[in-house]
């Protein structure tokens, strides 16, 4: 199990890297420190999931996920976003309008954020081949309807 880590703080990462141990064997947490540099950490490292922290606030949160999910080559690399349990409904909603997979909070029990790697685990071995044919079969549905409605 690979893990790419950014902005959760040394503590965050810690009690990340405590958990992941104890969960999971042959875990690995890489820890990506420049925003510049975490796609070519994600390309470098082909992690599971990659886990996001809201330490420098959601814009930075927006920013690096809209950047993983839009790059040209990027691995289809499943995002958790860690953030604190006081964040707001609009924060959330926008994180996963910028390409966020799920949400945890920072005060995770370990069972909860080892259901949550294993999901995006699994949405990462899904493969993007899944993700289109079920868009695809979303809009032919959607368009269905659409005929049935008029």
């Known amino acids: 199990m690979k893990i ?8 965050g990462v810690d009690r990340l890297q405590r958990s992941v141990d104890a969960a999971f064997q042959d875990a690995h947490l890489f820890l990506s420190e420049r925003d510049d540099n975490i796609l070519e950490d994600a390309r470098a490292t082909d ?17 690096i996920c809209r950047r993983l999910k ?16 006081e964040c707001n409904t609009e924060g959330r909603l926008a994180a996963l309008d ?6 945890l909070s920072t005060q995770f029990d370990i069972p909860e954020l080892v259901a949550q790697i294993r999901t995006m ?3 990462k071995g899904a493969g993007r081949s899944q993700a289109v044919h079920t868009d695809a079969v979303l809009v032919d ?10």
């Open 4 to 11: 790419l880590v950014r902005d959760l703080g040394s503590a």
């Open 47 to 63: 992690p599971d999931v990659i886990v996001l922290g809201v330490a420098r606030g959601w814009d930075a949160c927006h920013s």
């Open 70 to 85: 839009a790059a040209d080559g990027a691995p289809d690399v499943p995002v958790l976003v860690l953030a604190s349990p």
């Open 98 to 103: 910028a390409g966020a997979d799920g949400f």
């Open 121 to 123: 685990a699994k949405l």
């Open 141 to 150: 549905r959607i368009r269905v309807l659409e005929i049935e409605l008029a």
